[in-house]
């Protein structure tokens, strides 16, 4: 009786867990985008710059017809040295970047999205702003010594929250099955084994 009420206890508090997790992940969606980009040098003294990592953005605005970045993490490589990105500049605050994803071509708007790396970034501080050019020249950096070059961006699939949720139920079942196991298995006695006095 104690096992069925024990298991009861642990049903309830995976659903509730499942529920309370598929209701904020419903509330927050979050896409993920894996992005890099390439940009030759412009100059002779110059070096290339690179860098790739993960956008998160909302989800799709179907009026808009764009996805806002609302975070970013990776690596960007300049004059070959490697900074991370620490994080995504709200939009206007290096540029005048508006930080959103053109949904059918799922590229960079005009205005593209600025962040932050811990070196010295385009402008000395750590800026840095990737935008598209008017004249469909490509894309590139604001202020770097550097050409128009290539700039991708692929989805990631993001696992469905009650997918997460039955992998944990069926882990959780799994130990505790093994558990009770092991435990009869110690009560068990052994048989045919008998101690000898001398």
Excluded: C
Aim: charged share 15%; no cysteine; aromatic share 10%.
């Amino acid at each position: 009786m104690k096992l069925v009420k024990k298991l009861g206890i642990a049903s309830a508090s995976v659903v509730i867990g499942i529920t309370s997790v598929g209701a904020s992940s419903a509330a927050q969606a979050v896409q993920l985008f894996d992005f890099q980009y390439y940009f030759p040098s412009d100059e002779p003294n110059s070096t290339v710059i690179s860098a790739s990592g993960i956008l998160s953005t909302t989800d799709l605005d179907p009026i808009k017809n764009n996805y806002t970045i609302t975070g970013i993490t990776g690596t960007r490589k300049a004059q070959g040295i490697t900074e991370t990105i620490i994080g995504l500049l709200s939009p206007g605050t290096y540029g005048i970047n508006d930080n959103l994803l053109n949904a059918s071509t799922t590229l960079l708007t005009q205005n593209g999205f600025s962040y932050l790396v811990s070196g010295s970034g385009e402008d000395g501080n750590g800026n840095v702003n990737v935008f598209y050019s008017s004249f469909n020249e490509g894309y590139s950096e604001l202020s770097s010594d550097v050409d128009y070059g290539s700039f991708s961006v692929v989805s990631r699939p993001v696992p469905e929250p009650y997918t997460v949720g039955g992998s944990l139920v069926a882990l959780g079942f799994g130990w505790w099955t093994k558990r009770k196991q092991a435990v009869a298995s110690q009560k068990k006695p052994h048989k045919g084994i008998y101690l000898l006095d001398s």
